[in-house]
């Protein structure tokens, strides 16, 4: 963890500053801390192969009496929740490996970490819509150089996102020690992850981010009124002339339709209803999808009326007195990777001498019914001379490649993804 970062850290149960504590264990140098203890006025925290860990749950505070017997592997241990000795021993392996990809490390971790569709989760439609607001509101209030925010952000495929629209480094909070630790490795590397708990009080300094974003989890929090609560402190600026920041919830379910994974989820007015101090705009994210499927602009000026709220399986809620969001946004058409360019890998590829038959193949009938609305932007079937696939490891598109980018029948996944 950055030194720098500790400026936005704050205990969630006292409130106060957290400092190393450098009479116990830690390793650090001048400019990061990547092990120690981190103590504030009611307690301490263990720091742990560079994540800071602001919670007090049974693998915390195992952790942190490893790290004061001086013994961090066995901290990384814990926090991974490995206490199969072999497996943990075949984990240290890959960990440690510069080949190591993703894939790997995640199989390294069992068959209970991930099971869902990491692979295919840069191309699928709830990202795709997540990545297109993330990027618009974030454009339009980080401005460059204020902080972002991902919370109860996983293994940070949208705080990826982030990484490119601000020179501070977007912070990303979760629960999952293994998923923060994953995002700072492979999916979006120069994060600042931190490991604490989405139902207590957030463990930041109030006005430390210009933007406070949380994806596709908050339907799972319990303690909803305080987290938007806390959102609303993160983005709060008492500074005069300073721009408004910015509260996002993108892709929360909607209590009054079905949805496969449902959490417990509020109605469209509901979820107005947790903001006591910006008023926040409710959109379907139906009509958000179809702008992007249309090639842009992605209109967040438009008002959606109630019966298409009240429709709407999935909703996106931004809150922000910013002048610059509420506007139609053009869309980017980048023509460069971040990361690797790699044929879509729901695709199935079959050589034709010179070219290549791509046909769309889900993994299974879940995935269809979950995910189908992709056949919207990844047609059914193509061709593609071989040349033009040997060209993506260039990191570069021109011509007719660019677009399929856009459709993502090419990805632009991180490196060493899989
Ligand atoms: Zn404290």
Redesign the pocket.
Known sequence: MLIDTLDVLR?P??G?RLSLVDSLFHRRTTEEIHDGILG????IFPLVDGIPVLHVLPASTMARDHLQAGRPDLARRAMFGLDDDAQAEAFDAVASSDTATYRNTVEALGPTFEGGYFLYRFSDPTYIVAQAVTRAVGAAVLGGTRRAIDICGGSGHVTRTLLDLSDAPPVLADLYFAKVWLARRFTAPGCEPVCCDGNAPMPFARGAFALAMCTDAFMYIWTKRQFVGEMERLVHTDTPGAEPGAVLIGHTHNERTWSPSHGQPLAPEGYVDLFETIEPRVFGEGNLFADLVAGGPLDLARRDDRETLDASPALTIVATRHPRVFTSHALPQPAEATGELRINPLYALEPDGDRVHLRLEFPNEEYADEYGACRLYLPEALTLDRSAIASLATGKVSGDLIELLRRKVIVDLPRRYY
């Open positions: 205990c149960y006292c106060g504030c006025h009611c307690c």
